[in-house]
């Protein structure tokens, strides 16, 4: 994807299908001007947008972006380790080492907070914890072309 807003029109009305990835991982405050950009056309445009919040809870700026990005469009899948998802989903308890997560909770436990989000949030939920994957979904009715 382009981090140049210019181009954020014309890439989200391309005819093929595709979808556009926020990833957090390098997050700036142009960056992150730039983002909400993308997310407004994109979703003008219909298309998937998949946020990827890392280190969400680690620093005031990244919970901020995420809940930005959260309040101001509609995101389809949030992928993350545990910790980022929790921190997401305001649920105290996820540790974070750099980009792994320590794995804590009981899968039921795992699967109430994917339910949880995805409900809060009306998206379909990705993210993994110590190499097993994790998927909730809960379509609010969006269709893509």
């Known amino acids: 994807m382009s981090e140049a807003p ?25 960056l992150f001007t730039a983002y909400h950009a993308a997310l407004h056309e994109y979703n003008k445009a219909g298309w ?12 005031e700026f990244r919970a901020k972006a995420v809940a ?21 989903a305001g649920w105290e308890g996820g540790k974070s080492r750099g980009v792994d997560s320590i794995d804590t909770g009981s899968l039921d436990d795992k699967c109430r907070l994917a339910e949880f989000l995805a409900q809060r949030e009306s998206i379909s939920m ?3 914890a110590n190499g097993r994957e994790y998927c909730c979904r809960h379509w609010k009715g969006r269709r893509y072309q």
């Open 6 to 30: 210019l181009d954020f029109p014309a890439l989200a009305n391309l005819p093929s299908p595709h979808s556009v990835v926020l990833n957090l991982g390098t997050l700036t405050p142009d």
């Open 48 to 59: 998937p947008i998949i946020l990827d919040p890392v280190a969400a809870g680690a620093t």
């Open 68 to 88: 930005e990005c959260l309040e101001k469009g509609f995101v389809d899948v949030i992928k993350g380790n545990l910790g980022e998802i929790m921190a997401v």
């Open 126 to 128: 990705v993210f993994w």
